[in-house]
């Protein structure tokens, strides 16, 4: 429960960093707003066509009697516009992360420095880090593609399909919230998806604390505009906990240094470079 306490406090502490930097709250909405206006044209369109989508792929229906017909075709398209729903929370920040690359690096580097005065740095050009995003955000979506199918077909087991898997998704949602917002972070430090994966599962409640929390929250697609930023600046400070580095920002007050103390967290992760 610590760690779950921890992980809602990063996202807090994101939303006051920028709060208190006005300026770079602004920077940080503008690539937001242009995937907002994208994606609300598209699930209008995709919603509008709904009973014709499950009209198509339910053609053995066709003959049913009323009121079975529209009941089944109804929930369907319930379960239809959820899906589409969830896919849109997981690809609106992989879309708007890649989209708005230069920004929000910029916004993560700020957060690094105003907490230890420097940011660590990949090493990589631009291009080399925006083509390391696309080809992680392919791959995400692929994998959030594939639970979204899982998710839909659990859907129809009864009792469980209408309880466990809404709050699985959510977790699920919120994990993958978490991975995406601290790539950014965590590829300016060496670590690409494989080991970033590999840390988030072994503080998984730490993880879900931090990204459920803000998937709850983006189902509003205004809310998920005005948080964005201080997701970013959230998922910095969260990534230099999981680093170890949280302690390293700041010396006791008496001026010491506590590194060469026992019991002080190891060097930071130097990651494998790409």
Do not use: N
Not at 83 to 91: G, N, R, S, Y
Not at 111 to 125: H, K, M, Q, R, Y
Not at 190 to 212: A, P, Q, W
């Amino acid at each position: 429960m610590r760690d779950l306490a921890a992980g809602f406090g990063y996202l807090m502490k994101g939303q006051r960093w920028v709060a208190r930097h006005g300026r770079w709250w602004w920077f940080g909405m503008i690539p937001a707003l242009i995937t907002l206006v994208g994606y609300a044209a598209a699930l209008v369109a995709l919603f509008f066509w709904t009973d014709d989508v499950i009209d198509w792929a339910t053609p053995f229906a066709d003959g049913w009697p009323s009121p079975w017909l529209d009941v089944f075709r109804g929930a369907l398209a319930v379960l239809f516009a959820g899906v589409c729903l969830f896919l849109a929370i997981l690809t609106f920040t992989a879309v708007t992360l890649l989209v708005g690359q230069p920004f929000y690096e910029s916004l993560s580097e700020q957060v690094d420095i105003s907490e230890c005065g420097t940011a660590p740095e990949s090493g990589l050009s631009v291009w080399r880090e925006l083509w390391i995003g696309l080809r992680e955000a392919i791959a995400l979506v692929i994998r959030v593609a594939l639970w979204g199918v899982l998710f839909f077909a659990l859907g129809f087991v009864p009792v469980i399909g209408q309880t466990v898997i809404p709050v699985l998704a959510f977790c699920v949602t919120g994990f993958f919230l978490t991975e995406e917002l601290t790539s950014i972070a965590l590829l300016r430090r060496g670590v690409l998806v494989k080991e970033r994966r590999r840390l988030l599962r072994g503080r998984r409640m730490f993880t879900l604390g931090f990204g459920v929390p803000l998937a709850l929250a983006f189902l509003l697609p205004l809310v998920a505009v005005f948080l964005m930023p201080g997701a970013v600046a959230g998922a910095t400070l969260f990534v230099r906990d999981l680093m170890g580095e949280e302690a390293r920002a700041d010396d006791d007050e008496d001026g010491d240094d506590d590194r060469s103390q026992p019991g002080y967290p190891a060097a930071p992760y130097s990651g494998a470079q790409p």
